[in-house]
């Protein structure tokens, strides 16, 4: 008898592989089936980095845990969001205290931004950091103007307010003007606050254009 003849055959007629075969056909399976399932994945990859790009998911970054001041004379804002956050301090940071290293913040997002008079000013313990800005005809300006505040006063006035949005539905301020689902929040067309004071954690902005620039110390804050 042949060994043609001791060859098994399948139920539809054809011959089974041989032994030899096998092993590089069920490799060629497993390749196929390991590239199926990275496809997910790799979109999932391409997805996020879409998204950041556009602005849809904040990059993160660990604040230092020290406050500092902001104020300005004037501003002046189009596109404007607002919602509730938490700030995160890097693990084991000095200046967590009893905070867990957690800072609860309202952000502001504000899609273009004129300031004046900016001053800016962190205590780093007996001496002040200052910036100053805008103080001549050129006004401090911005795009994607982003802060986390604790604190914020003013004399605000607002066009086309709308109030008790779901943060993640916002559209006034940009992809970057919108926060959490579920998060309560507001929005307008454009926003004045004169007299601005904040305690800020965070700040960030696309463009910032600081005319007149003077960075010094001193012995009190802005």
Do not use: W
């Not at 986390?148 to 006063?153: G, P, R």
Request: charged letters at 20%.
């Amino acid at each position: 008898m042949t060994s043609a003849e001791h060859t098994p055959e399948r139920p539809d007629g054809a011959t089974a592989p041989d032994a030899k075969d096998a092993p590089a056909r069920r490799g060629r399976v497993r390749a196929r089936r390991a590239a199926v399932m990275a496809v997910p994945a790799t979109l999932a990859v391409a997805g996020l980095a879409i998204l950041t790009a556009e602005g849809a998911l904040g990059v993160q970054f660990a604040i230092s845990g020290m406050p500092f001041t902001v104020t300005a004379t004037e501003l002046n804002g189009t596109g404007f969001a607002q919602f509730g956050g938490l700030d995160e301090m890097a693990e084991g940071s000095p200046n967590a205290g009893d905070t867990g290293g957690q800072v609860l913040v309202v952000t502001s997002v504000i899609k273009n931004a004129t300031l004046s008079k900016l001053c800016q000013s962190v205590d780093l313990g007996g001496t002040n950091l200052i910036i100053r800005a805008g103080e001549g005809a050129q006004k401090v300006s911005a795009s994607d103007l982003t802060t986390d505040s604790t604190e914020l006063t003013g004399d605000a006035a607002f066009n086309n307010i709308e109030i008790g949005n779901d943060a993640s539905t916002l559209n006034k301020a940009g992809p970057k003007g919108r926060g959490p689902k579920g998060v309560f929040s507001q929005q307008s067309d454009t926003v004045h606050i004169g007299n601005l004071r904040q305690t800020n954690y965070a700040t960030t902005a696309g463009v910032f254009k600081l005319p007149g620039l003077k960075l010094g110390f001193s012995g009190s804050g802005c």
